[in-house]
Every structure is written in structure tokens, then in C-alpha cells.
């Protein structure tokens, strides 16, 4: 009788032994697809990171392009009426209507001499800007000083 109650223990460790070792083995495989997932989840994150990082950098380099050629544009117009005191009419016409044609994002452009604004391009729709006086504009002077 011993031998049949050694052997039943011999089995049921056996067997306990095989279903811990699965047991094991199927935490084991949980564990690491787990952990792949998380590899594969950051991935994708890190990846649409990048992606959006490459998309806002393009757009910061647009509009720093469109803020530069405006800003050029309005120095070359200020450099001119600086070396031509006398610029006529015409003259303002000219220069304003080729700058707002080469920029999309100046509407409308004043000279404002003595810091009253004589002349406006284009004047339909801002005629009530001719003669403003920036000085006695408290909104406006600010800005202008």
C-alpha cells in the first residue's frame, strides 16, 4: 500500500508541477505582450509627436516668412519716405498699390507725417482716416510713439 500512496504523491506533485509551470508560463506570456504593447503604444505616440512637431514647425516657418516680407516691405516704404520728404500723392499711390499686390496681408497703408496721416492706400473705405491726428488719439498714440 505504501508504493500506491508514494506513487499517488509522486503524481499529484506532478501534477501540481505541471499546472504552476503553465500556470507560470501563461503569466509570463501575459506579462510580455503586455510590455510589447506598452513598446508599440509609445512608439505610436513618440511617432505622431514627431509628426505634429514637423507639421508646426512648417507652419511657424510660413508665418515668420509672411511677418518678415511685411515687415521688409513697410522698412522699404519707411526708408523711402525718409530720403523723399516731398513724395507726392502719386508718388504714395504707386509705392502702396505694389506693396499691397506683393502682400496679401497689408489691406491698406497711411503715411502719417508730423503723425497726422495725409495720405492713405487704398483711400475707398478709409477716407475717414485722412486727417487723424495719432497724437490726440489716446487708443492709437501708444502704438504710433
Not at 499546472?19 to 503604444?41: E, K
Request: aromatic share 8%; charged share 20%; hydrophobic share 45%.
Amino acid at each position: 500500500m505504501n508504493t500506491y500512496r508514494d506513487t499517488l504523491s509522486v503524481n499529484r506533485r506532478i501534477v501540481l508541477l505541471s499546472v504552476f509551470s503553465g500556470l507560470l508560463m501563461v503569466m509570463s506570456l501575459v506579462i510580455t505582450g503586455y510590455y510589447l504593447i506598452s513598446i508599440v503604444g509609445n512608439f505610436q505616440v513618440e511617432k505622431q509627436r514627431s509628426a505634429v512637431l514637423s507639421d508646426l514647425s512648417a507652419v511657424r516657418a510660413r508665418i515668420e516668412g509672411e511677418i518678415n516680407s511685411t515687415l521688409h516691405l513697410t522698412r522699404g516704404l519707411v526708408a523711402y519716405t525718409a530720403t523723399h520728404p516731398n513724395l507726392s500723392k502719386n508718388e504714395f499711390d504707386s509705392i502702396a498699390s505694389e506693396i499691397i499686390l506683393a502682400e496679401r496681408s497689408i489691406r491698406n497703408i497711411g503715411l502719417a507725417k508730423n503723425n497726422i496721416i495725409s495720405y492713405m492706400f487704398p483711400i475707398k473705405g478709409n477716407e475717414a482716416a485722412i486727417g487723424l491726428d495719432y497724437t490726440k488719439n489716446a487708443k492709437q498714440w501708444p502704438a504710433v510713439k
